[in-house]
Each structure stands twice: as structure tokens, then as C-alpha cells.
């Protein structure tokens, strides 16, 4: 009997050399684009509903999911994958690379807006409504950078579906999913991060104390 990929989608059934079936896990791993590709600067184009539909877009966001969990990423932005849309995936579940970070359940967003939700202005972030985080990205390999950013956030999008979302998210949940949309608009976080804090992972992760990897100063 078929079985189904993580992302749904039917793995294939193949019988081996001594008569045994075996299920092979039909996953689509695609290239992962590096700082300097012009496609990680450009502005993300939005998905119309009916092509959000098609089974192009519903194939990419399957091939996303795959990629993302492969490459033990917190999210991942279709222009990552040399595709320019507004379309962004996350999912943090017991992730090697952000141990201390709570679970976030599988997220899929198309065309999100994603609108600071403090009391302080973004350019002049009161302690209490910020949150810093020593962010990696899938695009920028081996490297870790403080980054603080609006601790609460409103997320207004499309599921895969088409239905619509509105929801808030804090802490660092907030910091993801604007690091994440970040990249439909051709931004990086290494654009935003404290430059001295800068680190590849090995000194990362010798030298920044885990209680100086997230810093939510309003958390309850």
C-alpha cells in the first residue's frame, strides 16, 4: 500500500531484489538559494487565489515544507527556492539548530502582512516590546546574528487553501515569522543585525551564554 509523505502527498511502493516491499518517502528537496543570488533581493510578487490553487503553487509548497524540515529550518520563503512569491512556510518542532525555542506548528502563509503590534515605535523599541534573537538562515550558511525586532505582531495572510488568517503572534514566534516575510520583501537578516554580533556557529556556540541566544524582555 502507497503511504503518505509528511507533507501528504503518496510515497511510492517499490519491491526490492528479495521480494520484500519497501516504501520509498517521496520527498522534493530543492536548492536552497545563498546571500549573493539575485533572487534573495528581489521584491516577491503576490499569488492570485486561483494560482494559489494550481497545482504548481500546491507542489511548491509541499517541496518547501520538505526542504525546510531537511535542512532542520525554522521557516523557509519561497524566493529561497528561486521562486519569487509572496509565500512563506514555518515549523519549529524540536529543532537542533534553536533548542531553546518553543514549538511552532506547521505554518503556511501566502501574501502576509505582518504589522508590529507594541506600544513603542518600531525605530525606538521600549525593552518591554522588543525581543532579541540570535538569528541563522538557511541562505546565509554558518552564521548567527543578534537581531531585535517587535516582540508582538498581527499576521494577516492566505492559507494554502485560500482561506483567510488573522491571528497574533508574540515572542519568538513574532521573530520568526518577520524574519521570514522579511525575505518577500528582499530583506536579510544579516541587514538588520547588530554587526558586532555577528559569529559563525562554532563561536556561537562557544562563546554567546544560551541565556543571551533569545532575550525577551517582555515576557511574562
Known sequence: MAARTSSGRLAASARDTGGFWATVQAVAIRKIAQLGEPVLRRVARPLSVEELKSAAIQTLIDDMIDTMRDADGAGLAAPQVYESVQLCVIEIS?????????????TVLVNPVVTPDVKSSVAELAPEDSISMFEGCLSVTGLRGQVTRPRRVRVQALDRHGSHLDFAWEGVRASVVQH??????????????DSKSLTFLREYERY?????RIVDRGAP
Do not use: F, Q, S
Request: hydrophobic letters at 35%; glycine letters at 4%.
Open 180 to 193: 521570514e516575510t522579511d525575505h518577500l520583501k528582499g530583506v536579510l537578516y544579516v541587514d538588520l543585525a
Open 208 to 212: 554567546v551564554p544560551r541565556e543571551e
Open 94 to 106: 524540536k529543532n537542533p539548530r534553536y533548542p531553546d525555542a518553543l514549538d511552532i506548528p506547521l
